[in-house]
């Protein structure tokens, strides 16, 4: 789903998709096909259920956007471009690892909140440089392996989540964190954003950026979920 489309279907239902252990939503009996004609079609029934409600909650006649469908979004994404490559993926997060907000430390960072990250993170053999200042890190070649490691197993569900998440708070320590339930959504969005709240401490409410900053929260909440969804246990 690419370009803008109107409600016209009536009923949306659950049904088995055409891989074996598969389940995708149905527009009166029609599969949902992504840009590659590919179905949208999950290995979870209950992400396959929250897609199908997505979809049964838009008004009859609404121009509809994949902005509109989150969880369609990103579950379109993960079938058309993360599953057949894997591997680019995992190379395209490695930079937000690389250059990852949370070593670049400012006044409006919460330490207790970045303590508990770190804390994490070296639980999880992960050691990253960090700086006071704004130049470039040139982070640990050790510190890059880990992370690459991190990454070598995760599935198509998990990339896809870490997809939308890292670039949104410009870290991947902080979704891997939230991933691990080390964060709550709410406490890494706020660590991600910790500068540009600072900023409008010191200046002022900025109407527009209190709404990107509100946008990426939601972005990530949506990526947590969709992952939450796909990892839950298929009902028999």
């Known amino acids: 789903m690419t370009a803008a489309l109107k409600r016209i279907w009536k009923n949306v239902t659950v049904e088995p998709g055409e891989e074996e252990g598969t389940w995708g939503p149905l527009l009166d009996g029609r599969p949902v096909r992504l840009p590659s004609r590919k179905r949208l079609q999950v290995r979870s029934r209950p992400l396959a ?19 509109d469908l989150p969880l369609t979004r990103i579950s379109g994404n ?4 993360i599953a057949p490559e894997p591997e680019a993926t995992r190379e395209r997060l490695l930079p937000f690892g ?11 960072q919460d330490r207790a909140l970045l303590d508990r990250v770190l ?3 070296e639980k999880n053999g992960l050691h990253p440089a960090a700086t006071e200042g704004l130049m470039p890190l040139e982070q640990p070649e050790p510190y890059m392996h880990a992370l690459a490691a991190r990454l ?13 998440m890292a670039p949104a708070m410009g870290s991947l320590l902080l979704p891997l964190a939230v991933m691990d339930g080390a964060l709550t959504v709410e ?12 900023q409008m401490q010191e ?26 969804l796909a990892r839950s246990a298929q009902p028999d």
């Open 78 to 81: 993960m079938i058309d471009r």
């Open 49 to 67: 259920e929250a897609l199908a409600e997505e979809w049964g909650v838009v008004p009859m006649g609404k121009e509809v956007r994949p902005d």
């Open 119 to 121: 804390g994490w993170a």
């Open 203 to 228: 200046n002022g409410h900025d109407e527009d950026l209190a709404a990107q900053l509100a946008r990426r929260e939601e972005d990530v909440r949506e990526a947590k979920r969709f992952l939450d």
């Open 98 to 108: 690389r250059d990852d907000t949370v070593c670049y430390r400012n006044e409006g």
């Open 152 to 164: 070598a197993p995760m599935g198509a569900e998990e990339l896809a989540a870490l997809g939308v």
């Open 187 to 198: 406490e890494a969005a706020r660590l991600a954003s910790a500068e540009e709240l600072h």
